[in-house]
């Protein structure tokens, strides 16, 4: 059993900053995968980021490559996820996901993961 415990959201201005903070805790091997995806009112999940706790492979969805950087600690069992340059439409509930022993094809497949976080809200507004 794996736990995820998000922080860090909250209101930022356009063009800010903002760094989420995922605490995992419980069987978190090796071979996982680290991902945040996002879910804005009236659409879909989406993937966001993901990272292999081993080795540190990273993937980013097109939205957010060059502006978000997704790493880890793990010393400290904490996924982060750095948001730079955010936009209105950034605006959602993040959540920070566990899966187990996905290939790089598949960290970007919501059902790939088993285990949610609760999400934490991040509102980009003036």
């Known amino acids: 059993q794996v736990q995820l415990v998000e922080s860090g959201g909250g209101l930022v201005q356009p063009g800010g900053s903002m760094r989420l903070s995922c605490l995992t805790s419980?069987?978190?091997?090796?071979?996982?995968?680290m991902g945040w995806f996002r879910q804005a009112p009236g659409k879909e999940r989406e993937f966001v980021a993901a990272?292999?706790?081993?080795?540190?492979?990273?993937r980013y969805s097109d939205n957010v490559r060059g502006r978000f950087t997704i790493s880890k600690d793990s010393a400290k069992n904490t996924v982060f996820l750095q948001m730079n340059s955010l936009k209105p439409e950034d605006t959602a509930v993040y959540y920070c996901?566990?899966?187990?022993?996905?290939?790089?094809?598949?960290?970007?497949?919501?059902?790939?993961?088993?285990?949610w976080g609760q999400g934490t809200q991040v509102t980009v507004s003036s």
């Open positions: 996901a566990a899966g187990q022993r996905l290939i790089f094809s598949d960290f970007d497949k919501i059902r790939r993961y088993d285990y």
């Open positions: 419980g069987r978190t091997g090796s071979d996982n995968v």
């Open positions: 990272i292999r706790w081993s080795g540190g492979t990273t």
